[in-house]
């Protein structure tokens, strides 16, 4: 019995089985379904967990997902006003310069001394003052204005402007621009919030 099927030989009852010593494992079958079973069984309490969780689980990846988005967001901002260099480093230089700008009628330059996020709202309002022929009006009365003051604190100064007749024509409003978490300032120019 030298070839390859030598290795194999009828043992005294008649059954094959391997001359080099190895022998069949028992039970083979038996443990390969326990070990699937078990794990069939944690892959079942796996999914229902998630499927009961899953509102849940929502709700937590929504909310890290914002939370990222809105640091992102909030760096962003916080280097714009960082590299914002329009304004004095008080309320009343800035309001100065803000006049200034409107004596020449530099809408664009007027409004870089207000938050970046009214900019555009208040591009708005000077284009429409400008379109309707009452931009001497209005700058009579910001220039020839009683100021009387509101607020004098340390991140916001408020006023109003009242006319020769003693009405109301602006109420103002500037502040030193913040991160919405952070009581301090990010800047220290001062900007027009409201005008």
């Known amino acids: 019995m030298s070839n390859i099927f030598s290795r194999f030989h009828k043992n005294s009852s008649g059954s094959s089985s391997v001359s080099n010593g190895l022998k069949?494992?028992?039970?083979?079958?038996?443990?390969?379904?326990?070990?699937?079973?078990?794990?069939?069984?944690?892959?079942?309490?796996?999914?229902?967990?998630?499927?009961?969780?899953?509102?849940?689980?929502?709700?937590?990846?929504?909310?890290?997902i914002g939370s990222k988005i809105m640091k992102t967001q909030t760096q962003r901002y916080e280097n714009q006003v960082k590299a914002d260099k329009y304004g004095g480093t008080t309320p009343e230089q800035t309001y100065q310069m803000f006049v200034?700008?409107?004596?020449?009628?530099?809408?664009?330059?007027?409004?870089?001394?207000?938050?970046?996020?009214?900019?555009?709202?208040?591009?708005?309002?000077?284009?429409?003052v400008k379109k309707n022929n009452k931009w001497d009006i209005m700058l009579d009365d910001v220039l020839n204005s009683e100021k009387v003051v509101l607020l004098d604190g340390q991140d916001t100064y408020s006023f109003e402007l009242f006319n020769k007749n003693h009405e109301q024509v602006a109420h103002v409003i500037l502040i030193e621009p913040k991160a919405a978490d952070s009581p301090t300032p990010i800047s220290d120019i001062w900007k027009i919030y409201e005008f």
Not at 30 to 55: D, M, N, S, T
Not at 108 to 126: G, H, T
Request: charged fraction near 25%; aromatic fraction near 18%.
């Open 100 to 128: 200034e700008a409107l004596k020449q009628q530099d809408i664009d330059l007027a409004c870089n001394y207000f938050v970046i996020d009214k900019r555009d709202e208040c591009k708005d309002l000077f284009n429409y």
């Open 24 to 64: 069949p494992k028992k039970g083979g079958w038996r443990q390969f379904l326990k070990w699937f079973g078990i794990i069939l069984i944690i892959f079942v309490v796996a999914l229902a967990v998630l499927i009961w969780a899953e509102p849940h689980t929502r709700f937590f990846v929504k909310a890290l």
